[in-house]
């Protein structure tokens, strides 16, 4: 039965996410399409109560679902041509596995698989969840609202009832869904951002290398504890990942619709962990280098920026203005968290100083995040010393590297509890699909990939 | 086909090699092996309230037994709890990590509050330890309360 509800839930959020990428006019292949469907759904979902609530509507079962239900209808409106050429596209389309990409393809499925069981089998751990989003949706389902009895607990040990509802809502419908502890909808990202980025690496790297990658990546520790710990920092850094990407893609097409959708996933990834709009304004600079050259330089800057970063003002005022500030029933004001000392940089040094020395490259790098680092910058090095010019999409995966890099001491800088053990050390998941993206675009994996598809081509 | 074989027998070394890093190898035994071996145990142990105990430990079945005692009485609803910090209770040899109060609502239904608190004051109950086993009892003078608050003040508090 819980396999079928979770089939269920996964037709509907595919369904509203192809809507979305049918409005945007966002034709993909069909393992990415439903890929990022169901990962848009899964966010659509995740705002649905988060409005219902906004709008003092009880949150009832049926309210719920039949609020999801009718946004999934609406953004369908016009999909039935596309959903056919779809079907088409699948009927006609080779679906088919090489030997060799088997060995990766089980391991994978083998470590995805014990993940998911500890999602669905454990109650929520983190206590930045149980006192906090875990609460408040499991006495939301009581009460029917978000502004329940947990707001009369003496809450003075803690500042997670301020924490964005993402997790709120999505715990909420799954709770509702009869999944107790909720929690499984993190397994859905998961497997479906897996998906995503194999196929992201497979377009330009041989499966060899993009699967012996994938577990490189999947294999991060820290990382994959989080898989199954439902917290906010691996869905950030999944909608993180796919926004840049997008918006990459819109570098090289110059679609508009391509960065009208980074927009929004950047939207998402700020709806879960608010501080992203710091690190989306680092990354519009991207923006800027793109039109530098151009002729008419602000109209388009301003016009990008704008598709690009008004999605997460918007949500950001939604999320944490009107909603933390004004709607819940506690005085908490985001502006208090603020650094009074702005003119001073030290901490910011500080920061990066022990980011770099403690996390990313000696201390614990090994133990919280295996040997992933290493090896991206064995590749990085590799392909600087080998004079291989840097195509245009691993610089821009490299600026993400570097913005993630500067952004995360920034954040900290601004906001003094962003602290160096928890905030910073899960905040750098953002860093790990960039630097594997960067890896999938090296001119030397690419270079090394197409020895290998020549020489297994010929007789 | 030839070529075939030798890209899986390729692929199947570049796992061996990796599985040879010393993390890696920890990782995977550590972590998914033994994952592994709970899911086999697990897959028959389907009971929601026995997962919550195998997980959350003393934690949640000790606060399950203060709050069962507020159950009883019938006054769940309006009862405020003040618990002493974790430190009190290992001293007096119960093992208990004190969860704090939205998570000890979480667990139970009930509320509670912690010696930090500007409302522990108002407290119509508190646990008390000795010797191994905790009691509930009712706060029936302010002052002893207040004495109270200041005697558990000298243990820390851990989230």
Redesign the interface.
């Known amino acids: 039965m819980p396999v079928l509800i979770i089939i269920l839930l996964g037709l509907l959020q595919f369904s509203t996410g192809f809507g979305i990428l049918v409005l945007l006019k966002i034709y993909l292949k069909p393992v990415v399409c439903i890929s990022l469907s169901v990962l848009i759904g899964i966010a659509v979902f995740a705002i649905i109560p988060f409005l219902l609530q906004l709008l003092y509507i009880p949150l009832t079962s049926f309210a719920v679902y039949a609020s999801i239900v009718v946004v999934c209808l609406l953004l369908n409106l016009n999909s039935g041509k596309q959903v056919l050429q779809l079907l088409y596209t699948f009927k006609h389309s080779r679906f088919r596995i090489?030997?060799?990409?088997?060995?990766?393809l089980l391991?994978v499925c083998?470590?995805v698989f014990?993940s998911i069981?500890?999602c669905y089998?454990?109650?929520p751990?983190p206590?930045d969840l149980?006192?906090?989003p875990?609460?408040i949706a499991?006495y939301a389902v009581k009460e029917k609202t978000m502004i329940n009895?947990?707001f009369?607990?003496?809450?003075?040990?803690?500042n997670?009832?301020y924490k964005p509802s993402f997790i709120t809502c999505l715990q909420i419908i799954y709770k509702y869904a009869g999944f107790?502890?909720g929690q499984v909808w993190l397994s859905v990202i998961f497997i479906f951002f897996l998906v995503f980025l194999y196929h992201a690496l497979s377009v330009t790297l041989h499966k060899?290398i993009a699967?012996?990658l994938m577990?490189?990546f999947i294999?991060i520790?820290e990382m994959?504890?989080y898989t199954f710990m439902v917290l906010f920092d691996y869905s950030n850094s999944v909608f993180f990942c796919l926004s840049l990407y997008f918006l990459f893609e819109f570098f090289s097409s110059e679609k508009t619709n391509y960065i009208i959708l980074s927009g929004i996933l950047m939207a998402i990834a700020t709806y879960i962990r608010s501080e992203t709009l710091v690190l989306a304004c680092i990354v519009y600079v991207s923006v800027l280098f793109h039109y530098w050259k151009r002729r008419n330089f602000l109209k388009p800057t301003l016009r990008s920026g704008a598709y690009f970063i008004l999605p997460s003002l918007f949500i950001y005022l939604l999320s944490i203005v009107v909603y933390i500030n004004w709607y819940l029933p506690s005085d908490y004001t985001i502006e208090t968290l603020l650094n009074k000392n702005l003119l001073n940089f030290y901490s910011f040094y500080q920061r990066l100083s022990d980011m770099t020395g403690r996390l990313l490259l000696a201390g614990d790098t090994?133990?919280y995040y295996?040997?992933f680092v290493y090896i991206f910058l064995f590749i990085l090095c590799l392909t600087i010393f080998d004079r291989n010019l840097l195509n245009k999409t691993a610089l821009n995966w490299l600026f993400a590297v570097f913005a993630v890099f500067i952004g995360l001491p920034f954040i900290a800088y601004l906001f003094p509890l962003y602290d160096l053990d928890n905030s910073t050390k899960r905040g750098l998941f953002k860093i790990f699909p960039l630097m594997l993206l960067f890896m999938a675009n090296s001119p030397l994996l690419i270079s090394l990939s197409d020895s290998?598809k020549k020489?297994?081509q010929t007789k | 086909m030839k070529k075939t074989i030798v890209l899986t027998f390729i692929s199947i070394s570049l796992l061996y090699l990796f599985s040879q890093f010393p993390r890696n190898q920890k990782w995977f035994t550590e972590r998914i092996v033994s994952y592994w071996d709970d899911f086999n145990t697990q897959k028959n142990r389907l009971s929601i309230e026995e997962r919550k105990k195998k997980r959350w430990g003393p934690s949640y079945t000790v606060s399950k037994e203060i709050a069962g005692f507020f159950a009883k009485n019938g006054n769940m609803k309006n009862a405020l709890v003040l618990i002493p910090p974790s430190a009190y209770f290992k001293e007096r040899g119960v093992d208990y990590d004190v969860p704090e109060p939205a998570v000890f609502y979480y667990y139970t239904g009930l509320k509670t509050t912690w010696v930090n608190s500007p409302v522990a004051s108002n407290a119509g109950w508190m646990v008390i330890a000795g010797k191994g086993h905790y009691q509930i009892i009712p706060v029936t003078d302010k002052k002893v309360l207040t004495d109270s608050i200041n005697i558990f003040k000298k243990y820390p508090l851990d989230l």
Not at chain 1, 98 to 104: Q, T, V
Not at chain 1, 152 to 158: F, R, S
């Open positions: 090489k030997l060799y990409e088997l060995p990766f391991l083998f470590i014990v069981w500890r089998y454990l109650p751990t206590r149980t006192s906090g875990e609460v499991e009895s947990v009369t607990v003496d809450l003075a040990t803690t997670n009832q107790p502890f060899i699967g012996i577990i490189m294999s520790p994959y504890a090994i133990n295996g040997y290998i020489w297994e």
